[in-house]
């Protein structure tokens, strides 16, 4: 699916972020359900030996197709883990997309780390290598929830790895946060709230379980192994954990991300959320280019031998149409602080602006519509009638 | 072994005629039997063959019953005894076996002079077997008993053929074993047939008269009449005349099934066949009326001609408001094919517009909805179903109520209900479960038979009401399946009736509203009312739902408000599979229906079908 002029005549507008894909884990948690791979599973072709170089590759291919593109403003290490690679690896994969289409001047590059998979070496190489900011996958404070999540590190070496962060130069960091795990009471989330915040990260994310399908944790949730928590009590985890940060001096500015101020915000996401233009490196990562949105083939093995052959990993795509278009800026927008604008919508979406507002879901702000807390714990409801 | 040549219809004497049917249970082989014969006497050969060839519908393939009754032409060289190489022509009329097609029974056993008893000889008789058993006997059929699937493991031909000759009279061991799987016995069978079966009787010179026993719309030819003639002739001629209407029609086609459609110029004495007149409504060509001619025609019809009633009302409503006239079309054009569904465009409230329609029972119910949902490719709501209640008020009115929501509120004097007269088949083992269940329906024993050493046969009359929802379900789980049921509407009796709505938020919700006993009143609300608080997904609002005699609240249940619709996590990989899961539930709204502000699930209405049973 070669990218169409009108797809490529955005570049120049929009920002222009980078996705690099790490598929590698030491364990595979229960409940993820993101393309990653243990050591054990990835067979020749696709070790983590060899997967920068092959990143790499994906990176100059890309390179030569988006012609025009601008500089780069945020890229973001995801995975799986990224600090599984060594922190040299995820440099030099910094370097090539630097060397391929620059990078701006206040660029933000983040990545993801466990806080037991970094070590101030393997920060300060990073941080020298260009990084900004340490997104940490902290989950929770307590060990049965952790448990629970498959996640192996001990929740007291988390005030050691955000030292080191700063220590090596990090001022941007987030602590990600999971609530609604079975077998988390309100206390336990409160505690892992409080040592989040007494962590003084700049931004925190926190995201209400999700079982999906595939996972062995849907497994065990439909075998009732485990028992999800009611809906009603995760509502109250959100309203709890809102209350804190904001008390802590954490606004939220996307309904599951919270930050100290604008400039702590990840810039990265709010690129997706606003629809603008990224590239996705690796296996199973997607992409979006003005209105076309790609993604490539999901195992590592495979995109390593597509690679080695000069041949493009894509695996599918679409074309999103402007109706479609509009649908997604709904469904995004709505999420965000800065709110949906009332402007961008149909006759019929505007008619049910003024039902939402009485209903105490939104506000409007302006010409934007902006959740309440309410509405944040009822956002695809807001969605669905605004899209109708 | 030389043989006389085949006789041609219209030119058949009555003599060689021989008009039979088959009397047996679903499942009981009766369509294998039919193959089989078919095979036999050559007129389909085995490549051709389709498993049950007679049964036409999809529906009645798919379920293995038999909807439409046909009829079927069959030349047949006698094999044995003194007439030995006579070519006969057996006329196989095929009977629809559910008990909501009584009437149509009725008519097909008209057309013949003898009926094929078919039971299974590991099962023994059912219910409705016995029953149309008896509308044979009452028509005066000559009945050959056959046990069949003797070449089943479980088979006990012994003891059926006992059970057989009990109900009949005569010996066991005249009962006549077959396989209709394997062919074993078939061709004695057919021999028995020639030999038991009296030949038709009618006045060849008289004006015509012929009996239709059935009637089907054809897409292509219009509606295609089944007829058995009675006295004299119907020629391709005549212009016909339909003795109950006086209408007139032209006759295009006459002709027989062998088993295709066979054009004929005449139909005489004792011949079954068909007609095809340009008719294109089978109302205008009712079963049971009588055809004659249109000059010299006759002035008697036969006996027996009656308009079915509808016994069992529900609203269908389109899921979308926008298939209204898509339905309304629909049932169009099914009526041309069902003499016997009526229906009135109501709206209700709760589900907008639809149509109050009348089916002969719940079978019948069934068969139009799915017939409705599959050809016409509609998503319907089905209220419901409801009897006929008849309710006299004190200053002497009388109303009838065929939709609960018209129930009246003013001074009730007094209300009737339809009742059933219900013959239960069962083994002996069961008769107390059995004697529960009825009770527990507001049955009174008739009367209790033993057919047999351990089955019995026991007579309740109930309410009909009480049977429709899931009575034969509840008998088919106490009985390990083994009893079988069969009922016949008797007429009504007063009853403490009382009608309980339902409230979503205060507001009754006229599709949910039912019509029960007073002293099952409270546990049906009960129960409905939890049952609806699980299947209503929780709203933006807190929705009270409540179960109400009159003003008087007799159950009640909240459904609290939803707080939480918002997946965390949105990434740029998730935001095609958000949008498509978006999709996804704006189709799932689709398929609610609104109610006030509540939205509420298909499932619901059809839930509400199955909470009649309190006590079970």
């Known amino acids: ?388 | 072994m030389s043989t006389s040549p085949v006789p041609q219809p219209g030119a058949t004497d009555p003599k060689v005629l021989r008009n039979f049917c088959i009397i047996a249970h679903i499942d009981h082989g009766k369509s294998t039997l039919a193959d089989r014969m078919l095979q036999h006497t050559g007129v389909v050969d085995g490549r051709d063959m389709k498993a049950q060839y007679l049964d036409r519908m999809d529906i009645e393939r798919e379920r293995g019953i038999t909807i439409k009754s046909q009829a079927v032409r069959m030349p047949f060289v006698k094999s044995s005894g003194d007439d030995a190489g006579t070519v006969y022509v057996l006329n196989m009329i095929d009977t629809p076996g559910h008990v909501d097609f009584t009437y149509e029974v009725s008519r097909s056993l008209e057309a013949c002079e003898g009926a094929v008893l078919l039971v299974d000889a590991a099962q023994g008789i059912e219910a409705q077997t016995l029953a149309n058993l008896y509308l044979a006997i009452d028509a005066d059929l000559d009945i050959i008993p056959v046990l069949n699937k003797i070449d089943l493991p479980g088979a006990q031909p012994e003891k059926y053929a006992e059970e057989i000759a009990g109900i009949i009279g005569g010996n066991p061991d005249d009962v006549l074993r077959v396989s209709a799987k394997t062919g074993q016995g078939v061709e004695e069978l057919l021999n028995l047939i020639v030999d038991e079966v009296p030949p038709p009787q009618g006045d060849p010179d008289a004006p015509p008269r012929a009996l239709i026993f059935d009637s089907v719309y054809d897409t292509y030819r219009g509606v295609v009449t089944y007829v058995r003639v009675v006295d004299g002739k119907l020629s391709h001629r005549d212009r016909i005349k339909m003795m109950s209407t006086g209408a007139v029609h032209e006759m295009l086609e006459v002709g027989v099934i062998s088993p295709e459609p066979v054009k004929a110029g005449d139909l005489g004495v004792g011949e079954v066949g068909y007609l095809i007149t340009g008719v294109k409504e089978v109302r205008q060509s009712r079963v049971g009326d009588t055809v004659t001619s249109n000059i010299r025609g006759a002035t008697e019809p036969l006996g027996g001609y009656k308009t079915p009633n509808p016994m069992v009302y529900s609203g269908l409503y389109p899921l979308d408001g926008d298939d209204y006239p898509t339905l309304r079309d629909a049932l169009e054009k099914l009526q041309l094919n069902d003499a016997a569904l009526v229906y009135e465009p109501e709206s209700s409230g709760a589900l907008g517009f639809g149509f109050r329609i009348g089916f002969l029972g719940l079978l019948h119910l069934e068969i139009v909805r799915e017939r409705l949902e599959r050809e016409f490719n509609l998503e319907l709501i089905s209220t419901a179903p409801n009897v006929v209640y008849r309710v006299e008020m004190e200053d002497g009115k009388e109303i009838t109520v065929t939709n609960p929501s018209e129930y009246p509120d003013g001074k009730i004097d007094k209300v009737y209900e339809p009742v059933v007269r219900a013959t239960v088949l069962s083994p002996s083992d069961y008769i107390g479960v059995i004697m529960e269940l009825c009770q527990a329906r507001r049955g009174q024993l008739i009367g209790m038979d033993y057919l047999s050493e351990d089955r019995v046969e026991i007579k309740y009359t109930l309410p009909m009401g009480e049977i429709m929802f899931d009575f034969f379900d509840a008998l088919k789980s106490r009985t390990k399946g083994y009893a079988s049921l069969d009922y016949e509407p008797t007429g009504e009796q007063a009853a403490d009736l009382v009608k309980v709505d339902v409230l979503l938020q205060g507001e009754v919700v006229d599709a949910f509203s039912a019509i029960v006993h007073r002293d099952n009143a409270y546990a049906y609300g009960v129960s409905l009312a939890s049952k609806l608080k699980e299947l209503i997904p929780r709203q933006q609002f807190e929705v009270p739902i409540q179960a109400a005699i009159g003003a008087r609240v007799i159950a009640r249940e909240n459904i609290r408000a939803i707080r939480k619709d918002v997946l965390a996590k949105c990434y740029g990989g998730d935001i095609s599979r958000k949008r498509k899961l978006l999709e996804k539930q704006k189709e799932g709204k689709k398929r609610m229906k609104m109610v006030g502000r509540v939205e509420v699930p298909q499932e619901a209405f059809i839930a509400a079908l199955s909470t009649g049973d309190a006590d079970k």
Request: aromatic share 8%; proline share 5%.
């Open chain 1, 1 to 388: 699916m070669p990218l169409t002029e009108r797809s490529l005549s955005t570049l120049g507008h929009r920002p222009f972020g980078v996705y690099v894909h790490v598929p590698f884990c030491s364990v595979r948690c229960g409940y993820c359900d993101f393309n990653t791979y243990t050591a054990d599973e990835l067979g020749e072709g696709a070790t983590r030996a060899s997967y920068a170089d092959t990143a790499i590759l994906e990176i100059e291919q890309a390179g030569r197709e988006l012609v025009g593109a601008p500089v780069v403003q945020t890229v973001f290490f995801g995975g799986g883990t990224p600090t599984q690679l060594p922190s040299a690896d995820l440099v030099r994969i910094l370097d090539a997309i630097r060397r391929t289409f620059g990078l701006a001047d206040d660029v933000e590059v983040t990545t993801e780390a466990n806080p037991d998979s970094v070590t101030p070496e393997s920060l300060a190489t990073l941080r020298t290598g260009g990084f900004t900011r340490i997104s940490y996958g902290v989950q929770s404070a307590v060990p049965h929830v952790l448990a629970t999540l498959d996640r192996t590190h001990d929740p007291a070496g988390v005030p050691q790895a955000v030292r080191w962060a700063r220590e090596a130069g990090f001022e941007q960091l987030s602590v990600d946060l999971i609530y609604g795990t079975p077998g988390e009471s309100v206390d336990d989330w409160r505690a892992s709230i409080e040592q989040a915040i007494a962590l003084e990260p700049d931004h925190i994310s926190a995201y209400a379980l999700i079982v999906e399908d595939g996972t062995a944790f849907a497994r065990k949730v439909r075998r009732g192994e485990v028992v999800m928590p009611d809906d009603d009590e995760t509502a109250d985890k959100y309203v709890l954990a809102d209350e804190l940060f904001s008390a802590a001096g954490l606004g939220w500015y996307e309904l599951s991300n919270w930050a100290t101020d604008d400039a702590a915000q990840c810039r990265h996401n709010v690129l997706y959320w606003h629809s603008d233009n990224w590239l996705g490196i690796g296996p199973g990562a997607h992409s979006h280019i003005g209105g076309e949105r790609w993604w490539n083939v999901k195992h590592p093995a495979a995109y390593a031998q597509r690679l080695a052959a000069g041949e493009s990993p894509r695996h599918d795509g679409e074309t999103i149409d402007t109706a479609t278009a509009r649908m997604e800026q709904i469904m995004l927008e709505t999420r965000l602080r800065t709110g949906l604008d009332l402007g961008s919508l149909g006759a019929a979406a505007g008619a049910a602006v003024p039902g939402v507002v009485s209903r105490g879901l939104a506000t409007r702000e302006g010409d934007r519509l902006v959740l309440t807390r309410t509405g944040r714990l009822l956002a695809d409801a807001v969605v669905r009638e605004l899209v109708e």
